[in-house]
Every structure is written in structure tokens, then in C-alpha cells.
């Protein structure tokens, strides 16, 4: 297979300016004077739309030094180039799924002690070490900013309930 | 006046808690420039957060210390280790790691800090004196001028910031897009919000700017698995003892070269987004051209540590003079800056040395006192530094990917404001790896609202759009917006080519254009020192291409 990333990454843009200019004419008009609401973001998308249509010529005229090889298209590679960004990502999004149901104390001890784990190893001194340290950093900036910054963090219906 | 200077000296220099918190955050900054991989305006973005609960002369002045520091810092890494603790000190290593190898580390530790110093300094000079001329020269600008302003510190940014100009522009146009969501600030009309309430408060930009490059970056920084498990250096030097009075000594004798050097390093903290790791090789290239001992760079030469360090701290003051002056962030410490006095309810623009006298004055004299709490940290941060240095980067990304959550949260108490850190952070990253530049991404987000309200003013008060072009103020910036975008064309241009040897000088002759339209004398003179050095440039090198 022969696809140039830039190509890939032009169509995606394009059919976003696409999608995006099409909501542009849902933008309400309460017809006072001056500039409407929609005419600025129309002015930015059509500029972008053309620029996307650029890098995709260019993509496409220029020679193939960008190309996806077998490589990038296997799933195992692209997972392993990927797999602590993925960690990262994966364990992000669940902190803040369960935010609202673990607090930020609690919940960020436990999103930085998974990270560190699943970034770290999972041997019983680095384990030990990944609580430590998730339980001291988190307590600190936790303190700091409840107490010194006076700044209510979300407390969590678990501290709640206790 | 001098009682205004004197009572932002006083709430400053007088204030045990300012103090406090300016040694903390020059501490924090020396360290934040000494880590590879950490770069200054990661450390004055995790110092954001905390500044919340703190007045705005306190908060600017802790970030003041961490911006400053985070230059020094970077030296500290460079001298001791070979590497460069921040792009801003590349150019450092080229002498000042062979003064160290040659046995005199404390001899280049001490030019690289004191030469730090006076560039700081000889900057926050031309700080004090240039920011009020520029503001006044503001009151000039309509909002058509300033729309203008903004298209041109994007398309600078997007030519300096290396890579692919359609790349760039791409990005730039994406923040100017991120910008719109929301309810507009003209008509509160709704715009891209898909039915979502939360999407109608707009994304508040802090979460916005520290996914992009703190988050962004971090994720980057725990990639290959191998690197991120070892300690952030293997090599992390020894304690040395700084060669204090010798070091200013040398340096003085060389003063030529000091303000040669601090003057590239302002220059170019003027110019939006290009920062200390421009400066730095552009002083160093221009030390190197002068000096005598052109042979002995590279190999330890006093100039080629004097040049890099001088330029880069003398780039902070040129970054703040166009922020303080005109409301336009140089590069993105300024932009946090501006997000910090935003939240305190105040807009950096040509009134604000007027209206905010004591807070202006603060941070010129909050940057003039972190360079004095630089030279006394240094040893300190040393010590520090060495420890820090053992730390795994998984442990540090952890870390502070709760505390971005956490400085985020803080920011409005919403959790939509994390969600959005997080969706940018995923953006930036991926925008990284396909090779699009987030710096004038950043810029669009940030100018964004600034030039829609300028152009909706503009066409408010007249619907004729050839005042864009027929004012002064406004030709002469997109004439400079033409010439930024092209300008990478040029660089990649042969040097024997025709259009190489002419951009440069019909360049200067159609910026005079807008000059002479300003009708003042002085500006009159400039127009025509333009032309004819264009003219002159012109002649010799069309001669140069038909040699008779």
C-alpha cells in the first residue's frame, strides 16, 4: 500500500472544514447591525479549507517521502510506537470518568499510581515505590491547593458518603 | 512617575511574600531549563496554576523569576553535561561544554551566569524605555491597524517556527477556528456547540494552551519506553565552585560583544515567536563573524559561551516589551502571562502602562530583581539540579499530568476544563508527529477573539474594507505579513538566485511606502533611509546579475 500520511491527514481536514462549514449556516443571525456571528468563522474555515486543499495537492504531486509503509499500517507496530501515549490516554480518560465518583484526591492517587505502574514495571519494589510516590505528590498538591489556594476540588461521592 | 516606580518597587523589593514567592519561582525555572525535555514555557505554564490566589504583581513576578531562571537553568545542564537543558541554550554548548572539558568549569559556569546577567539586564533597560514609546505609538492603531497586527504576528510565527509554511498556516487557522466555539462575544450568538451547554462558555484558553504544549509535550516525553524508565541523564556532572570575579571580568573586557549579543537577543523577543533558541545561534554566529579568534570557537572561546547567554536572557525583555506595549504575546511565556492578568481582569494593550501604572512598573522592576535572585540561586539549584537528574521521566510525566488536572480544575472549578486540556492534549500530540508547528496554533487561540472583536469594530464603524489597506498602520503590517510568509521561501531559495538577491531589497523599498503615508518627519526619514539603502541594494545586485 501506497498512501502518503499528508494525503490521509488533507482529507480528514477537508471533510472537517466540510462538516464544519455546514454547521457555520446554522448559526443564528438575531439581525442586529454589524458584523453577523457566522462571518468570521466562514472567512477562517474557507482559508483552512483552501490550505487543506493545498497540502493535498502538494501531498499528492510532490514525491513520496512521507509514505505510510506496511509498518505504520500494522496494528501490532502502531500499537507498540503508541503504547505508553495509549497508556497515558487510556488511563486519563478513566480518571476522569470516575472523577466524579472518586474525588481528586483519591482519584488522582490512583491515576498517577496506575500510570506510574503501567509506565514502570510492575515489580514489587517499584510498586511499593508508585504508591509512595503517588500518595505524597497528590497529598501535597492536593493540600496545596485546598488549603493554601483555597480552591474546593471535586471531593467525590466516596468522601461523601464517608 | 517616580512615585509609581517607587511604589511597584516597594510592593515588590518591600514585600517578603513577593520576595518569597519570586526566590520559589527562579528556583523552580532554573530547574524547569535545566531538564531535557522541559523547556521554560512548560515551566511558567505548571506555574500558572498557583498563581491564582495570588495578586497579578505577585503572580507575574513568580512567573517573571521562572522565566528568567529557566534560561540560566538551561546553561547549568549544557556546561556540565553536553546537552542542552532548553533549545535556548544549544548554541551555549558549543564552547561552554569544551571550557568545562578543558578543567576550567568554573570559569564558564560563572560567564555563562554573570553573561546571563548582564544581558538581563542591559534588556531590561531598553524594557523601561521602549515599552511606554511602543504603547504611545499604539494609541495610534484603529482597530483595523491592530486586526492587521494580529494576521501579521501569525504569519510571522508561522514562518519562524521551521517546517512547512502550509503546515503552519494550517495550524495557525485551527486556533483562529478553536477560538470561534462559543457564544461570540458581539451578538452572544451560539456557534458550534452541537446541543452541548458546556461548548457555550467557549474553551477557556489556559486549558487549551497547556494541552497543547504541556500535555502534548509530555505525552512525547514518555514515548519510547527505554528512555522513559532511565534516569533524565546518565551523565549528570559534579559540583563545581563559580569563578565569580573573574568571569565579570572577562566579560567586561568583551563588552562589545555583550551588547552586540543582548541587542540580537531583544531584536528577536520583539519579533512574535521567535524566542531564545533563534537568538542564541543568530548572537553566537554574529560573535564568531567578528571576533579575531574565529578559529578557537567551538574549542572553548570565552565569546562563543559570552554571545549565547547574553542573547537568550535579553530575549525575555524584547518578549515582554511587545506584550506589555501593544497586548501581543512574543512567544508563549507571554501568552501565559497574558492569561495571567487576564484572569485578574486585566487586557494588556496600549492603555495598560497608563491604566495599570504599579502593575506595569511591577513587572519591569519584578524582571530586573529575578535576574539578581538568578546569580545568588545558582549554586543552590546546582545541588538540586544533581538530584533531580536521577529522577526517571515516567515518574515526572506522571506527576504532572495530575497536577495539569488539577492547575486546570482550579482555573474555573468546572471538570469541562480538564476534558478540554485532555482533547487538545491528544491534538497537539498527533499534530507533532505529522510534523504541523503548535506555536501558531497556540497564537490563534490566544489572538483569536482579539481579531474578531478588532475586525467587528472595524466594520462597525465603516463598511469601506479599503482602510485595511489605505492606513498606514494597517498597510504597513500585512506588507510585513507578505513579506513573513514569504520569507521561508527565501531562506530555502538558492543564494545566486534572482529572487534570493531581490527580496531583501524591494522589501525595505515597499515598506517605506506606508511610511511616507504616515506623514511625520521622523518616520519621513526612515522611509527614505529605506529606499535608498533598498535602492542601493537593488543597483548592486541587478549589476551583479548583468556584469557589463
Known sequence: MNIKKDTIVAISLLLFCGIMINSSFDIEDPGYQGMKASFWPTIVLCLLSIMCLVMLIKSVVTEAENNLNSNDTNLTNVFFKFKNASICFLMFVLFLAFLDYLGMLIGGVLFVFGLLTMLGGFELKKIINHFIISIITIGIMWSIFTFGLKVILPEGEILRIW | MIDVILQAFASIVLDPVTLGLMFI???????????????????????????????????????????????????????????PGTPSSVATTFDGFPLVRSGRPGLALGLGLWSSFFGGMISAVILVALAPQLAFLGLEFGPWDYFSLIIFALTITVSLSGGNITKGLIAGLLGLFAATVGEDEINGVARFTFGFDEFKQGFAFLPVLIGLFAFSQLLTDVEDDKRAKSPLMSQSGAIVKVEHRQAILIILKRWVNLFRSSFIGIFTGILPAAGGSISNILAYDQAKKASPNRSNFGKGEYDGVIAPEAANNATAGGALIMMMALGIPGDIVTAVMLGALMIHNIIPGPTFIQDEPLLAYGVFIAFFVAHFFMVGLQAFSLRIFLLVTKIPMYVLASVILAYCAIGVFALHNVVFDIWVMFFFGVIGYFMKKLGFPLAPMILGVVLGKLAELNLARATGISDDMILFISRPWSLFFLLMAIISVIFPFYQDAKKDSLFSKLYVPISMIVLSLPLFLMGSPVRMIVAIILVLTGGYFLYKRISSLNPI
Open chain 2, 25 to 83: 519561582g527562579t528556583l523552580a525555572g532554573i530547574l524547569a531549563g535545566a531538564i531535557p525535555g522541559f523547556t521554560i514555557a512548560m515551566g511558567v505554564i505548571l506555574t500558572l496554576p498557583f498563581t491564582f490566589g495570588m495578586t497579578a504583581v505577585q503572580g507575574l513576578a513568580t512567573m517573571l523569576g521562572v522565566f528568567v531562571g529557566g534560561f540560566s537553568g538551561g546553561l547549568m545542564s549544557c556546561m556540565l553535561t553536553g546537552i
